[in-house]
């Protein structure tokens, strides 16, 4: 079993709707949660951050962690099309030297 | 803040030469640096742990010697990949932690990323 799931997609959705991205996790010592961003051929830019259980919000997006589920959750509001790009979760425990990625889940905004 | 920057951003070169490629963090420093690769539509593969003033930690399966990571500052990482193949050709991309941003937690800080061609 992989340390982390992640459905690849592709999702795509109309302008405007809700888009929900979820990631699922083995290691129940996993205490750090990042979401990340990557346009093609570019680098990985870091969208959200959460420590533990809980939610944060910043603007149109919204991370979820629910450590009880081992789920975890980024949703976007009034998707644009330049929310098109592959969204890669990552997770770590304290004191680990690695980050434990998803596959990325590949997201298409239709105009 | 926790600017990385990477350079060159696109090398294409012939088969059998080394290229070297740079990750810099530009406004903070970084005992701790990451090569990763990643092939088309695929998630990154961590590659090794450069650390600065010591040797750097290869994981199973990536080639020491193909794949030459050298952190001689706090910031500045470089990965040189000697005597290219075909199969070398991929998008590598560095990152580096910043624990001043976020102290205490593993939260990486990504470059562009170098797509290297092998011809």
């Known amino acids: 079993q992989k340390e982390v799931e992640q459905d690849p997609g592709p999702l795509s959705v109309p302008e405007g709707a809700i888009v929900s991205l979820n990631c699922t996790y083995s290691?129940?010592?996993?205490?750090?949660f990042m979401w990340y961003r990557q346009y093609s051929r570019k680098g990985p830019e870091l969208l959200m951050y959460?420590?533990?259980?809980g939610n944060k919000e910043d603007g149109r997006f919204t991370a979820q962690v629910d450590k009880s589920s081992k789920y975890i959750s980024l949703f976007i509001r009034d998707s644009q099309p330049s929310d098109s790009a592959t969204y890669l979760c990552a997770m770590t425990s304290t004191g680990a030297n690695n980050l434990f990625f998803g596959t990325g889940t590949r997201l298409t905004i239709i105009p | 803040g926790a600017v990385v920057s990477q350079h060159p951003s696109w090398v294409i070169c012939k088969s059998g030469t080394s290229v070297k490629i740079e990750c810099r963090s530009l406004?903070?420093?970084?005992?701790?640096m990451f090569w990763y690769r990643q092939f088309p539509k695929q998630s990154l593969m961590l590659m090794a742990t450069s650390n600065e003033g010591s040797k750097a930690t290869y994981e199973q399966g990536v080639e020491k010697d193909k794949f030459l990571i050298n952190h001689a500052s706090l910031t500045l990482s470089t990965l040189t990949v000697t005597s290219a193949h075909p199969e070398d050709s991929s998008f590598y991309i560095c990152s580096a932690r910043n624990s001043l941003l976020y102290p205490g937690a593993n939260v990486l800080t990504f470059g562009a990323g170098s797509r290297l061609t092998v011809l």
């Open positions: 406004d903070f420093q970084a005992t701790t």
């Open positions: 959460t420590y533990s259980s």
């Open positions: 290691n129940s010592a996993f205490q750090y």
